[in-house]
T-cell receptor
């Protein structure tokens, strides 16, 4: 399978705990995005990497959230001191080097439940 | 914040019928894309229409774009039960880093 993969698929944690999610993009894709999706809503942009550089962050990404892409390949998203409001589906997407047009390929998501 | 608004929020049709979903957005765009999401899964890219295009076809899908009205429509012809899913429009605005702004989606149910 050469698509975008995410791990874990499901995570249940207690409020206050830290969690880390991993995303492996399609190998030749240099662009990587993280989105968050709550029930009944569309995905909302969190952050964007081009290679290893984090080029854009949404104001949704509070200081409890941090994302890395150390070698320009896989990426991790860490949430510290989780809150119940962090419960959502976290989606990763990647896209190839391109000019203007930006089709993104999404992974299956990590569903986080904070108790 | 969400840029797009899909209409209707939910649509229920019989297999074989056509389904039309609409999307409105607020700012100028480079392109508009439609994605499908099966329950609890990731999104699948369906079709992309550029800001200088007015209509595009892909299989049973037809997308139109009216930049003067800031709106788009997605038509699925001869629907199948397997088309049951949520459909989202997403815009890629000029000056953005390529991050997509999604609407809230239309939940389509196709009954056999």
């Amino acid at each position: 399978d050469t698509g975008v993969s995410q791990d874990p698929r499901h995570k249940i944690t207690k409020r206050g705990q830290n969690v880390t999610f991993r995303c492996d993009p399609i190998s030749e894709h240099n662009r990587l995005y993280w989105y968050r999706q709550t029930l009944g809503q569309g995905p909302e942009f969190l952050t964007y990497f081009q290679n290893e550089a984090q080029l854009e962050k949404s104001r949704l990404l509070s200081d409890r959230f941090s994302a890395e892409r150390p070698k320009g390949s896989f990426s991790t998203l860490e949430i510290q001191r989780t809150e119940q409001g962090d419960s959502a589906m976290y989606l990763c997407a990647s896209s190839p080097p391109s000019g203007l047009y930006n089709e993104q390929f999404f992974g299956p998501g990590t569903r986080l439940t904070v108790l | 914040s969400q840029q797009g608004e899909e209409d209707p929020q939910a649509l229920s049709i019989q297999e074989g019928e056509n389904a039309t979903m609409n999307c409105s957005y607020k700012t100028s765009i480079n392109n508009l894309q439609w994605y499908r999401q099966n329950s609890g899964r990731g999104l699948v890219h369906l079709i992309l229409i550029r800001s200088n295009e007015r209509e595009k076809h892909s299989g049973r899908l037809r997308v139109t774009l009216d930049t003067s009205k800031k709106s788009s429509s997605l038509l699925i012809t001869a629907s199948r039960a397997a088309d049951t899913a949520s459909y989202f429009c997403a815009t890629d605005a000029p000056g953005s880093q390529g991050n997509l702004i999604f609407g809230k989606g239309t939940k389509l149910s196709v009954k056999p």
